[in-house]
């Protein structure tokens, strides 16, 4: 376990709350049906600065002269670790975890009014877990009944995720050198999929190659639930049914990303079932690849995060005119919103812990801006194309849906794309063509 990036930024943070007092808890465990629970995943915060693995933890933070980060976790337990496998406990985890200080997850409740005690202001993610609010509420509560006897709850109450979803837009090198491996496994799980790919395989049984890649080079398994659409499902955007017959004639789209200690990965490729790209195929497939490249282009410090967007747009909305699909100017179409059926989402979001990662997209008082790209961020680039049979569509392009993702990091002077799976037309192809 290294200690050092946790600490650091559980220091960074404690800086950002001066004397106030902070409290992140992990997530809980979920029942799936009876005495069967969900894989566990802890919380994204609680991870971010803690590197913790268990259920039943919350960190506190408390700021001032002295800054002091403690860790609540659960006691060892000889019988629950029979069953449920090793716990850390306390002692073992103030050593491991780099905290100042650790105790029982079950005294948390006594002592969280007396750390709140005093405190002039308080943060924590209000809204996130109601069953943590409610807890400190109570403990706030309690401190108020104390009042006579000295005792002042916190006046200020502030969203931690302000500070920290600051901290996760911009990577530091520990989760690029995370991501870049992830990066590596998602692709190569990618690379398994497109060589395994056979006319009338089901949907599912791309799925599993993916799956196998990941868990074969230790990835968690999945960051998300894995889209893999044959034909005409690929113009539905969240398709995860992934049970149908590959037909031959048509295109998949696999949108998959593995979860690598704890980060996640998003790749999506479309390619043809039968190996080869038909002459419409390619046409559509080009447009795409190309809206991808000029986004590519348009990411640097210091632009606007919709600038890379924009510049995908009006590639594809050109693509659109010369494939028939719309008529008429390139700037009216998109001042107009008419390529809205064929090119309905934005081509990117932040990536990080979460797929879909922490951090805002518009910034100012009024929200207006958005927000610029600094180096260190890490983002998706996702263009697509959805063609759904319907009135003036040309039936040859009915039932095409391509979308390509990769990822890829801000740099001083434009962007790094860390994924790598096969993406043009010849590469596709070739491997495909390998057995
Ligand atoms: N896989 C989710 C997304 O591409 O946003
Ligand atoms: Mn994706
Ligand atoms: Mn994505």
Known sequence: MNKIPFSTRRNALLAEIGDGIAIIPTA??????????????????????????????????VGGKTPRSLLFCREKNEE?????GFRYGPEAAREAFGFDETFAFSAFDEKLPELLANRRSLWHALGHDATWDAKIVAAL?????????????????????EPLDRMRL?????????????????????????QRCRP??????????????????????????????GGANACILHYVENNKRLDGQTLVLIDAGCELEAYASDITRTFPVNGTFSAVQRDVYEIVLAAQRAAIAAIKPGTPFISYHDAALRVLVRGMVDLKLLNGSIDGLIESEA?????????????????????????GAEGADWITLQPGMALTIEPGLYIRAGAGVPEHLHGIGIRIEDDAFVTSDGCEVYTHAPKTIAEIEDVMRRD
């Open 28 to 61: 809980p465990e979920r029942v799936r049906n009876r005495d069967s629970h969900h894989p566990y995943r802890f919380d994204s915060y609680f991870w971010y600065l803690s590197g913790f693995p268990e259920p039943e933890a919350v960190i506190v933070l």
């Open 80 to 84: 629950r670790e029979i069953w449920e």
């Open 141 to 161: 509560n309690t401190v108020r009944a104390q009042t006579r006897a000295g005792k002042r709850a916190p006046s200020q109450i502030h969203d931690l995720r």
């Open 170 to 194: 911009l990577k530091d090198e520990h989760e690029r050198a995370i991501m870049r491996r992830a990066a590596v496994i998602a692709s190569a799980g990618h690379s398994r999929a497109m």
């Open 200 to 229: 009338d395989q089901f949907e599912y049984e791309l799925e599993a190659e993916l799956g196998y890649e990941f868990r074969k080079r230790g990835a968690a398994g999945h960051a998300y639930s894995p889209i893999v659409a």
């Open 339 to 363: 390529y809205k059926p064929f090119y309905m989402h934005r081509t990117g979001h932040w990536l990080g812990l979460d797929v879909h990662d922490a951090g805002d997209y518009k910034s």
